[in-house]
């Protein structure tokens, strides 16, 4: 069983374009994550759900919107794709959301925006 | 500001050989510090963590790291590496509501 599972793995979208990439996970936890990776591999937060409640926004430009319709699941929908957006996206979750909790992160998403 | 460096952004070595890899952290209060390693086309996995306590800490797969307060290190061992460790390492840092500062990452080749 997959815990932290994400569709699609792969998308390939021209400019300008509207796309969501889905999370989901079964582990229970109460607090899911959207990480951004690089072309350099660094990662970045971009925000932090605990029960459906936005709780970490980060200095994200706002065609990134967060939706988790409930405690399983965190979609991230993107509006007018920008080359820069190519990049891995990892979801991930943690049990709680101290700062001591482990994050699972899931396989990743990686977008190619052309 | 929370910040975490991984000074060695490759480093090679011959399988069966011992393996450190540097992390130094920036962090007001104290640290929760983790090492998550990402093989290829893969998600992160945890290695280890620390959080209190003693301050060497054993992971999966044979790793182990040291907390250093008085150095601002976290830095992760082995000591004989196999082929299928070969991977990107990344160290981070829990910060307030859980926000992980990672850093850049380190590449670890391994030659048969």
Known sequence: DTAVSQTPKYLVTQMGN?????????????????????SKKFLKIMFSYNNKELIINETVPNRFSPKSPDKAHLNLHI???????????FCASSLLAGDTDTQYFGPGTRLTVL | ??????????????????????????????????????????????LLKYFSGDTLVQGIKGFEAEFKRSQSSFNLRKPSVHWSDAAEYFCAVGAVTNKLIFGAGTRLAVHP
Not at chain 2, 17 to 34: H, M
Request: proline share 4%.
């Open chain 1, 18 to 38: 509207d796309k969501s990439i889905k999370c989901e996970q079964n582990l229970g936890h109460d607090t899911m994550y959207w990480y951004k990776q690089d």
């Open chain 1, 79 to 89: 509006n007018s794709l920008e080359l820069g957006d190519s990049a891995v996206y």
């Open chain 2, 1 to 46: 500001a929370q910040s975490v460096t991984q000074p060695d952004i490759h480093i090679t070595v011959s399988e069966g050989a011992s393996l450190e890899l540097r992390c130094n952290y920036s962090y007001g209060a104290t640290p929760y510090l983790f090492w998550y390693v990402q093989s290829p086309g893969q998600g992160l996995q945890l």
